[in-house]
């Protein structure tokens, strides 16, 4: 039996997606797809254009068996993060065969050997990593230099897709997995919309999101706000002294970003000060996993009982936070803390899209199953 495992945000689903989810079922001979998904926000730190909920839907109609939420605490993460956590629940289900990521290179090769080498961690990359981040410069620029000056080979470091996926492997190595990476080359943007394209055409009131983030700023002190986890050497100080001044999120971004903090991390930064993740949660959450059901049609419901069956699952697989979440349940306590930070990230989430707060409340929401697919593509 072939299960192939996807990391995906959907934001929003395009035929780009569906083009990878073809050839992942074709390459993989896969009998099962499953795909780890972000929630409420993505690893850009932007709040996703359709709720979890919405997406998960679309990728069972399109194709996808079983989609699992990936908790806030990675989706909204820098690369690394974003794929080990990923990893680490496809890894859980006990099942997964096959991990398929889209790439650049659309070769395995060159990013497994980068994957090696990232894993080891050899003095002089590290020296060269430190000499790098000491000048100023952001970490993805760092370690694309450190890398090109102990290794060489650094141009798959240049482009996201591969950058996600030599975290992926780095993942794989890690946890001594017997899951097959696949590559599959990314398709130009010719041949499908850019999911950026899509994004900036739908519109959405950005200012009660940046409302709603300014009130987190200005309602922190300067203490609490270092302890947040993407804040560091004093960027928190340059947000506050710019946040009144700033006329939307993109102009406070622009005011504040440097060579050593991009515009991602800032915009993650921002969500994660929202959400109120710090990093001494983090420390205690890191490398919890769990299998939050979001969406799943009839073969994805035949994988969940044969998991169940053979016993495979190695972490818990939560279909109702209600159950799952009580205090005599034998979930354990950093699932406790994962959760209660996807259940508010998807509150603020409902409050910046003014949606009803207890309709589309993750206490209120369940999996949703989907009988008959009906492709939106």
């Known amino acids: 039996m072939n299960v192939a495992g996807i990391v995906a945000e959907y934001n929003p689903m395009h035929s780009g997606h569906l083009y990878h989810l073809q050839q992942t079922k074709e390459q993989c001979n896969a009998d099962f797809v499953v795909a780890v998904m972000s929630g409420s926000f993505t690893q850009r730190g932007e709040p996703a254009i359709y709720d979890k909920w919405l997406r998960a839907t679309a990728a069972v109609h399109n194709g996808v068996d079983l ?4 908790p806030f605490a990675y989706a909204c993460n ?22 398929s990521f889209g790439s650049e290179t659309g070769e395995v090769g060159p990013l497994w050997d980068i994957a090696t080498f990232l894993a080891k961690e050899p003095a002089a990359y590290k020296a060269a990593l430190r000499q790098n981040l000491d000048k100023g410069l952001s970490f993805p620029k760092a370690r694309e230099l450190a890398v090109s000056n ?25 946890l001594k997995s017997t899951m097959t990476p696949v590559a599959i080359k990314r398709m130009g943007q010719g041949h499908h919309e850019s999911a950026s394209e899509i994004r900036s055409s739908i519109i959405w009131d950005e200012g009660k999101y940046f409302d709603m983030v300014r009130q987190a700023f200005i309602k922190s002190q300067a203490s609490s706000l270092n302890g947040i986890f993407g804040a560091a050497e004093g960027i928190e100080n340059k947000i506050m002294k710019n946040l009144r001044t700033a006329k939307d999120v993109d102009d406070l971004i622009d005011k504040v970003k440097s060579k050593r903090y991009t515009w991602t991390s800032i915009n993650r930064l921002l969500a994660q000060t929202l959400v109120g993740f710090t990093v001494e949660e983090f420390k205690k959450i890191n490398h ?17 009982r ?17 159950r799952d979440l009580n205090e005599n349940s034998a979930v354990d306590l950093s699932v406790h803390l994962s959760l209660a930070k996807d259940i508010l990230a998807a509150d603020l989430y409902n409050l910046a899209f003014g949606k009803d707060l207890y309709e589309n409340s ?4 369940k999996p949703v199953y989907i009988h008959q697919p009906l492709s939106y593509l």
């Open 67 to 70: 989609v699992l939420e990936l």
């Open 78 to 99: 820098s690369a690394e993060y974003f794929g080990n956590g990923s990893v680490d629940i496809l890894e859980g289900l006990g099942c997964v065969t096959h991990l």
């Open 150 to 174: 102990t290794y060489g080979k650094p141009d798959a470091l240049k482009e996201p897709n591969n950058i996600l996926g030599i975290e992926y492997l780095k993942a794989i190595i890690r």
């Open 288 to 304: 919890t996993r769990y299998g939050r059901i979001l969406a799943f049609n009839e073969s994805g419901a035949k994988l969940l």
């Open 306 to 322: 044969y998991i169940k069956k053979h016993e495979l699952a190695k972490m818990p697989i939560i279909t109702n936070i209600n």
């Open 362 to 365: 993750d206490y209120v929401m």
